[in-house]
């Protein structure tokens, strides 16, 4: 399973989780740090992930 951090979190956060050994990803990363939030949704359950 993996989350996606929106921009209420900071980068650092997914570095962090990953340390402690949670796949994560930020929205700025990804190119949607100005996505609405269903489209952001919708892009990543299209990924085949599921939390949010």
Known sequence: ??????????????EYLREMGIESEHVGTLGMA??????????????GNEKL
């Open 1 to 14: 399973m993996r989350y996606l951090l929106d921009q209420g979190l900071s980068r650092s956060t997914v």
């Open 34 to 47: 100005a996505a609405s939030d269903a489209a952001m949704r919708q892009s990543w359950r299209k990924a």
